[in-house]
């Protein structure tokens, strides 16, 4: 566990490292394990950090089976005291983006998502620790990477209009939330070929595809509402090879939604 949060204090800073080496020299100080079973516990690893709120390291996709309750609580405690990977977590999340160009085809399938957590029923595992923070709704917040994530799919809309042979609709391409405001539902209007409006939410963040992202209610209710033109574009990995899948239609049909705020007003007990 205390190898893989280096590993990832070194991925956020830069720094490189070859994970192969690192696991069989892991081995080396364990008995009787293989090298796929030290993979299998970093991809459980991974999954952790994901509902903890911290990023992950991308060769290690989440897997969710394992016993949840101990795992957590130990990687829970040593991420807190871990203050190397804290400030490189911050400075992560923080740091200012600038638009990108994509070069080559960024599009991927959308992500399969393991049937543990899509047939999970709606929990809450408080953690009461005061030094929980959610790094994910930090990075959500970060607006410099939203700008540059949406300004990136204006540029991939225009560009697939353009080599569709429809210059005069991909000149039409708007970047709504900056011209009308971000309370439309949706960031980007675009078309299809023949015409028909494309509604485009774009959720942007620096680490994997795994990654959770936060849905607005208002995005949520547009979604439902032109669910036949609706579509949420997931770019990922965009400060190293900025890459999208998209998930069309409403939200709440492909997504398992978590209530992790409410909006509170008095009222008679």
Same mark, same amino acid.
């Given at each position: ?23 069989? +020299?892991?081995?080396? &100080? ?5 090298? $796929? %079973? ?7 690893? %991974?999954? =952790?950090?994901? #509902?903890? $709120? ?19 609580? =130990? =990687? +829970? ?11 490189? =977590? ?9 638009? +990108? ?28 620790? +005061? ?25 991939? #809309?225009?560009? &697939? ?12 391409? #708007? ?9 439309? $539902? ?30 607005? &209610? ?20 965009? &400060? ?30």
């Amino acid at each position: 566990m205390a190898d893989y949060l280096q590993m990832l204090t070194l991925e956020l800073n830069g720094q490189r490292y070859v994970k192969r080496a690192r696991a069989k +020299a892991l081995m080396d &100080r364990l008995e009787d394990r293989s090298l $796929g %079973s030290v993979e299998f516990k970093r991809c459980n690893i %991974s999954a =952790v950090l994901i #509902e903890l $709120g911290y990023p992950y390291i991308n060769g290690y996709k989440r897997r969710d089976n394992f016993q949840k309750r101990l795992l957590t609580e =130990v =990687v +829970a405690r040593m991420a807190s005291a871990d203050q190397a990977l804290q400030d490189a =977590v911050l400075a992560a999340v923080s740091r200012p983006a600038t638009p +990108a160009v994509a070069y080559g085809d960024p599009w991927v399938a959308r992500p399969k998502p393991d049937k543990r957590v899509a047939d999970a029923p709606e929990t809450y595992a408080p953690t009461f620790s +005061a030094s929980h923070r959610d790094y994910l709704a930090q990075e959500a917040r970060n607006r410099s990477l939203g700008r540059a994530g949406e300004l990136f799919v204006m540029d991939l #809309e225009a560009r &697939r209009l353009h080599a569709a042979g429809k210059k005069r609709l991909a000149d039409k391409v #708007e970047h709504v939330a900056a011209t009308e405001g971000d309370g439309l $539902g949706y960031d980007v209007h675009s078309y299809e070929d023949s015409g028909q409006d494309r509604l485009i939410e774009v959720k942007t963040t620096s680490f994997g595809e795994d990654t959770p992202f936060y849905v607005s &209610r208002n995005e949520l209710a547009r979604s439902q509402r032109d669910a036949e033109v609706y579509h949420l574009y997931r770019v990922f990995d965009f &400060r190293q090879k900025p890459r999208v899948f998209s998930i069309d239609g409403r939200i709440d049909q492909w997504c398992r939604l978590d209530a992790v705020n409410f909006l509170a007003r008095l009222s008679e007990g």
